[in-house]
C-alpha cells in the first residue's frame, strides 16, 4: 500500500507541475498577442485604439483579454518612461532600435517593474523567443538585467523629474494642463490611471437593486452615483471588455462617463421644448437627455451617415421616438426653425480623456489643436447665425485653451457687432449641486480632477442668445 501511495504522490507531483507549466506558458502568450497588438497598432495611428483592439481580442478568441489589454494599455500609457529605462539599461535611444525589438523590450519591461503576475524568468525567455535571431543576445541581456535590478530601476523612475518623461505626456499638454490645474503633479498622475466606467441604467425598464444583482454576478466592484443613475465599475481593466460584454447582455445600460452626463443634464434644465444636439454620435447625450426629460423633442445631427446609424440603433434599442436623427454638416445652412436650446458637443483633440486614451498623450500636436479649434470656431458660428434666440451649450472633452476660451473668445468678439447679443450663463451652482470641482474661465467652466466622481476633463460653456434692443429714433 506505501509503494503504492507512493506512486500515486509522484504521479499527483508529475501532473501537477506539467499543469502548473501550462499555465504558465499559456498565460506567457500575452506577450505574444501584446506584440502583435502593438505592431498592428504602430503602423496605424491614426486608428482608434480602443476599437482596433476591441477588433483585435474579438479575434483572439480563447486568450486572456483582460491580462491583453492591460498590458497594451499599460505600454502605451507609459512609453517614454520605459524608453527611458531602455535606454539606462542599453546606452541605446529608441530611434537607434529596430521598431519590433523596442516593442518587445517595452512590454518585457512593462511586465517586470509595474506588474507583480508574471515570473521573471517567464517574461525574460517569453519576450527572447518573440524576437528575431540577430537581436536575441541584445533583448535577453537588457531585460535580465531589469529582472536583476528591479528595485534600483523601480527608485530611478520615481526620481525622475522631467514630467513628459514621467507621465508619458507631451510637453504641449503638460503646459495646457499648468493652466488650469491648481495641482499638476496631481492632475498628471489623474490623467495617468487606469480609467474606471461609467454605466448609466434606463430606470424606466431596470431598478437599482436589479442592477446591484448584474454586477455582483459578474464579480465586479462597483459604487453608487445615485444622483446621476449610474454605476461606477471598477476591475474590468484596459478598455473594459469584461464590463463591454455585460452590457451587451444584460441591455438598458450604456457608457457615459459623468463629466459628459453633465452636458445632457443641463440641457434638460434649460431646453423647453426642441433641442439640436449637433454632433451626436455615438447618441449618449440626446439619449440620457431624453430619459431626463421625455417631453423635449430631440433632433440628433451628425455630418458622418455611417456614425448616425449607432444613434439609430440606439435609440431603437431604448424605444425611444422622440429623437429624430438627421445626416447634415452643421458649418452650411443646415437647420431652420427655433430650437430652445444646441447642444454643440465638438470635436476636439480628447485631451481630457487621457485615462481611456493614453495613445493620446504623445499624439496630440500644436497642428491638430490649430486644426480643431477652426473647426470648432466654424461650427459655433454657424449655430449663432441660425439661431435667433435661445441657449447654447458648448463643451468639448479636452482643457486645452485654444479649444476653450479661445473658440468662445473668439466668437464672443465677434457677434458683438452683430444684431443679437450673448449672454454668458453662470453654471456654478449646477457644479457644485453635483459635486464637480471646477474653474471658472471667462466665459465657461472647466471640470478639474475628483476622486468622488472620477470625471473626464471637460469644458462647458452655456450661452443665452438674445435679441439685442433695436434703437429708437
Not at 356 to 368: A, G, M, S, V, Y
Not at 424 to 445: H, P
Request: with cysteine.
Amino acid at each position: 500500500m506505501e509503494l503504492e501511495q507512493g506512486v500515486i504522490d509522484v504521479k499527483q507531483k508529475f501532473w501537477g507541475a506539467f499543469f502548473k507549466r501550462r499555465k504558465r506558458t499559456k498565460r506567457m502568450d500575452i506577450i505574444k498577442y501584446s506584440f502583435r497588438f502593438l505592431i498592428q497598432f504602430s503602423i496605424s495611428p491614426g486608428k482608434n485604439l480602443k476599437l482596433l483592439l476591441s477588433d483585435f481580442l474579438d479575434k483572439s478568441t480563447g486568450q486572456s483579454h483582460q491580462g491583453i489589454t492591460r498590458a497594451v494599455y499599460g505600454v502605451i500609457r507609459r512609453e517614454s518612461a520605459l524608453d527611458y529605462v531602455i535606454h539606462r539599461l542599453s546606452r541605446r535611444t529608441s530611434g537607434k532600435i529596430d521598431a519590433d525589438v523596442l516593442i518587445l523590450l517595452r512590454i518585457g519591461i512593462y511586465l517586470l517593474v509595474y506588474s507583480q503576475s508574471y515570473p521573471d524568468y517567464a517574461v525574460v525567455n517569453e519576450a527572447v523567443r518573440m524576437t528575431r535571431r540577430r537581436s536575441k543576445g541584445f533583448v535577453n541581456a537588457v531585460l535580465r538585467r531589469c529582472a536583476g535590478e528591479k528595485e534600483i530601476i523601480t527608485a530611478m523612475l520615481e526620481q525622475i523629474r522631467e514630467p513628459h518623461i514621467k507621465y508619458s505626456t507631451a510637453p504641449l499638454l503638460i503646459d495646457y494642463l499648468k493652466r488650469i490645474a491648481p495641482d499638476l503633479k496631481a492632475a498628471l498622475e489623474y490623467l495617468d490611471r487606469e480609467p474606471v466606467f461609467h454605466i448609466r441604467i434606463d430606470g424606466n425598464n431596470y431598478a437599482y437593486d436589479e442592477v446591484k444583482e448584474v454586477l455582483s454576478q459578474a464579480g465586479l466592484g462597483f459604487k453608487e452615483l445615485k444622483p446621476f443613475e449610474t454605476f461606477e465599475v471598477e476591475g474590468a481593466g484596459g478598455s473594459g471588455v469584461r464590463l463591454k460584454n455585460l452590457l451587451k447582455e444584460a441591455g438598458y445600460f450604456y457608457f457615459q462617463n459623468t463629466a459628459s452626463q453633465l452636458v445632457s443634464i443641463i440641457a434638460s434644465k434649460y431646453a423647453a421644448g426642441a433641442v439640436l444636439d449637433c454632433c451626436t454620435a455615438p447618441g449618449a447625450k440626446s439619449v440620457t437627455l431624453s430619459l431626463l426629460n421625455p417631453g423635449l423633442k430631440i433632433v440628433a445631427n451628425d455630418i458622418d451617415e455611417q456614425r448616425l446609424l449607432m444613434v439609430k440603433e440606439f435609440c431603437a434599442s431604448y424605444g425611444i421616438a422622440s429623437i429624430k436623427p438627421i445626416v447634415s454638416d452643421i458649418r452650411a445652412v443646415c437647420f431652420k426653425g427655433h430650437f430652445d436650446l444646441v447642444i454643440l458637443d465638438a470635436p476636439c483633440t480628447s485631451s481630457g480623456t487621457l485615462r481611456k486614451n493614453p495613445d493620446l498623450k504623445l499624439k496630440i500636436t500644436r497642428e491638430l489643436v490649430d486644426k480643431n479649434a477652426e473647426n470648432q470656431y466654424r461650427l459655433l458660428q454657424s449655430v449663432l447665425k441660425n439661431l435667433s434666440t435661445g441657449y447654447i451649450l458648448y463643451s468639448v472633452c479636452s482643457f486645452i485653451t485654444d479649444e476653450t476660451e479661445g473658440v468662445l473668445g473668439r466668437t464672443v468678439q465677434d457677434i458683438q457687432a452683430a444684431e443679437n447679443k450673448i449672454v454668458i450663463i453662470d453654471l456654478s451652482s449646477i457644479l457644485e449641486e453635483y459635486g464637480f470641482a471646477y474653474k471658472k474661465g471667462e466665459y465657461g467652466f472647466y471640470l478639474l480632477p475628483n476622486e468622488g466622481l472620477n470625471n473626464d476633463l471637460f469644458y462647458l460653456s452655456l450661452l443665452k442668445v438674445e435679441e439685442a434692443p433695436k434703437n429708437k429714433l
